[in-house]
């Protein structure tokens, strides 16, 4: 029983001491360059990248709206009086971010049905409270997705910045994620709309669950700020060492030709898929992002100086722009050498 716990130490150790593939890899092509041009590869330089805002910092206040007159008959049969039981239970009172989103979104479309039933024979102070509370609810609503989105754990985890770079393997992660914020700013974009009593009768029951399936989805990935953080990473680690070589007519070219060499083995084979990998989802998922943030700030009074840094960066495309660039002026490097040395594109 020892030498079988002994191994399971040592395998679990070995384990959580493997290099990151991609941090290996990057590695490895620097150090070749480096070995080529024989100087001695520069120190990546600590990241100084906007971090996420605390929680405290970011929740809004929701004022808590209490209704008399629970026992009125016209709320049992419009089913808004078994809603309210539900909220009002052990389990209700703790529910997490996005189960309180999607009560105040069953609630409000209840309600909102409720309004409609309610007849000449309804007592003109029901009326009046439930007109008084579908208004305060409808403005509270941006305000409580603000909450589960930058807030709610398994969403606030997605913000949070790896300290890994992504690896092949975790790409597929992006599927999730992509459909899950596709979902938050739909879903938003259609609930702050003028008409939204209209939007509430489109709005389905199963569409509203939804939130649960989605946020079940992204339980056990921080794909979003691994995604972020290996953008950053890889900008910082993208350097030139282009005056250091030295080639061209009647000069002994073997150092451009082991360069050449360390490009179609590392760069093009496996490097640059991946970077074009990270870009192309990070495409896709910055509108989400933006307009998600863009349509919940128009509600929000004044977001903390940190998050509208935090925005800008990663949901608004500046962290894109920089990867780009960096990516551009790493391949303008190795055109300028392939064009002094004289050499063709492609392999030989």
């Not at 239970?89 to 209840?110: A, C, H, I, P, W």
């Not at 049905?113 to 941006?142: A, F, G, R, V």
């Not at 992509?178 to 938050?184: E, G, K």
């Not at 998600?292 to 903390?304: C, E, K, S």
Request: glycine share 2%.
């Amino acid at each position: 029983m020892m030498k079988i716990l002994l191994v399971l130490c040592c395998t679990l150790l070995l384990t959580s001491c493997k290099e990151n593939a991609t941090n290996a890899l990057l590695n490895t092509y620097q150090q070749r360059l480096a070995n080529v041009l024989e100087i001695t590869p520069a120190d990546t330089l600590p990241l100084n990248l906007p971090i996420y805002p605390d929680t405290r910092s970011l929740k809004q206040p929701v004022a808590d709206i209490r209704m008399g007159l629970l026992d009125a008959y016209e709320l049992r049969q419009c089913g808004l009086f078994q809603l309210i039981a539900e909220r009002n239970s052990v389990l209700g009172k703790v529910q997490d971010q996005t189960r309180q989103l999607r009560y105040e979104l069953l609630f409000l479309k209840q309600l909102n049905h409720c309004l409609t039933m309610l007849n000449s024979n309804s007592t003109s102070e029901l009326q009046s409270q439930l007109n008084d509370i579908y208004q305060q609810k409808q403005q509270q609503l941006p305000l409580v997705i603000w909450n589960m989105v930058f807030t709610g754990k398994e969403w606030r985890q997605q913000f949070t910045l790896g300290h890994q770079l992504l690896e092949p393997q975790q790409f597929g992660s992006y599927i999730e994620t992509v459909a899950a914020f596709n979902y938050l700013d739909t879903l938003t974009t259609t609930m702050t709309s003028q008409n939204i009593s209209q939007a509430l009768v489109t709005l389905t029951p199963n569409h509203i669950e939804q939130l649960l399936y989605h946020q079940q989805q992204i339980h056990n990935t921080q794909y979003l700020g691994q995604l972020f953080y290996s953008m950053a990473q890889i900008t910082a680690q993208l350097t030139q060492h282009e005056n250091n070589v030295i080639c061209g007519k009647n000069i002994n070219q073997q150092q451009a030709q082991y360069l050449r060499n360390v490009f179609y083995k590392y760069y093009v084979n496996d490097i640059q898929p991946y970077l074009s990998k990270v870009q192309s989802q990070y495409q896709q998922l910055q509108p989400y992002l933006d307009s998600l943030y863009t349509i919940l700030i128009q509600h929000h009074d004044q977001p903390p100086a940190m998050m509208t840094l935090y925005a800008r960066y990663y949901f608004q495309g500046e962290v894109q722009r920089q990867f780009q660039q960096a990516t551009i002026e790493h391949v303008s490097y190795w055109q300028r050498l392939f064009k002094r040395c004289q050499f063709k594109v492609g392999h030989q």
